[in-house]
């Protein structure tokens, strides 16, 4: 109900950067949550970064090195990845809690997801 794009994912070698990005779009009422889980090869998806209302929660394993940030007015929210690693390699996915206009009612959308490989 809630298309998430994403955008920016690539190959960076160990040390180097990247941001992503996640648009929603459609008859958005308000947002509660958008976030950012990974999925490596033969592993479960896990949470990296999320941003609520008041609250910005980072897995361990990024914190210090990625900042989760949000533009309330185009429905975006940014993954800026400093320092990677090359077990930061996965696909990433955006995730997002939505209110639709139309029916009031808090969906949950997912996006395509972005491969970042980290690699020399």
């Known amino acids: 109900q809630v298309p998430l794009v994403e955008s920016g994912g690539g190959l960076v070698q160990p040390g180097g950067s990247l941001r992503l990005s996640c648009a929603a779009s459609g008859s958005i009422f308000s947002i509660n949550t958008m976030g950012w889980y990974c999925q490596a090869p033969g592993k479960q998806r896990e949470l990296v970064a999320a941003?609520?209302?008041?609250?910005?929660d980072y897995a361990n394993s990024v914190k210090g090195r990625f900042t989760i940030s949000r533009d309330g007015a185009e429905n975006t929210v940014y993954l800026q990845m400093n320092s990677l690693k090359p077990e930061d390699t996965a696909v990433y996915y955006c995730?997002?809690?939505?209110?639709?206009?139309?029916?009031?009612?808090?969906?949950?959308?997912w996006g395509q997801g972005t491969q970042v490989t980290v690699s020399s």
């Open positions: 941003i609520a209302s008041g609250s910005i």
């Open positions: 995730y997002g809690l939505v209110v639709l206009t139309t029916t009031l009612k808090l969906y949950e959308s």
